[in-house]
């Protein structure tokens, strides 16, 4: 199988700070991979790299026949908003807009009607059980219900590629668990490659793979061979 997206050699230095020195790392479809290391490592720099939020200095992405270390800003735009999914660590919820707006803002964004748009995150904000907080602003509620809020609003748009910093993070281990399940179903039924950066062993022990970033290098032995 060849991978979905696959990084080789990414470099990023922020200042005179080597975030990245030659970070690889490959994940299939259907895959979830748990990207585990010491804190200022890199592992969310890889991360932002390889979602083209943030622009490597070295190194390629390539996703669908693209490089995105060397697409435009637009085409990465786009890429992130059709084909990708991010779940924070606290969630980064448009603090203006009630629960359920938030879920439905990929679809809106992506020219779906307001009407359906909601109905659809209606239905997810029940699948991770928080359907009593769709009028409210995230302000109003709990970090745990954030969390989910944020977590339905990444899956809504059935994302090929899923990126989640520390998505248990402002979980208890019963909602952990229903997270990782909501990942593992992105992962078998869509087809999702599914990149987790985290430091719970449990979360990790979810994954198919661990790859470990040391120095801001994530040695993934499929993409040298
Ligand atoms: P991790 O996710 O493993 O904790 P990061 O990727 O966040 O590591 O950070 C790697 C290194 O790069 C750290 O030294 C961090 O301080 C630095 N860094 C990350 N992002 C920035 C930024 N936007 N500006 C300056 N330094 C940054």
């Given at each position: 199988m060849s991978p979905l997206i696959e990084a080789v050699d990414l470099t990023k230095s922020f200042g005179p700070t080597r975030a990245l020195a030659g970070a690889s790392l490959a994940v299939d479809p259907g895959e979830i991979v748990a990207i585990i290391g010491p804190?200022?490592?890199g592992k969310s720099t890889l991360m932002h790299c390889m979602a083209g939020i943030v622009r490597a200095d070295g190194g390629t992405v390539q996703y669908a026949g693209r490089d995105l270390v060397r697409a435009s800003d637009a085409e990465r735009s786009r890429l992130r908003r059709e084909h990708f999914g991010f779940v924070f660590q606290f969630g980064?919820?448009?603090?203006?807009?009630?629960c359920l707006e938030n879920v439905a803002l990929p679809l809106r964004l992506n020219g779906i009607g307001r009407r359906r748009a909601e109905r659809l995150a209606t239905d997810w904000l029940e699948r991770v059980q928080v359907?009593?907080?769709?009028?409210?602003?995230?302000?109003?509620?709990s970090g745990g219900q954030a969390q989910r809020t944020a977590i339905a609003r990444a899956l809504i748009t059935t994302p090929k590629v899923v990126f989640a910093d520390e998505?248990?993070?402002?979980?208890d281990s019963l909602s952990g668990e229903l997270v990782l399940q909501l990942f593992t179903t992105a992962a078998r039924e869509s087809g999702a490659a599914v990149l987790l950066v985290t430091h719970e062993p449990r979360v990790a022990a979810y994954a198919d793979r661990e790859v470990t970033v040391r120095d801001g290098a994530a040695r993934d032995l499929r993409v040298l061979v």
């Open positions: 804190s200022g490592s980064h919820l448009v603090p203006e807009l009630t359907q009593q907080v769709a009028g409210l602003r995230p302000g109003e509620v998505p248990t993070g402002a979980l």
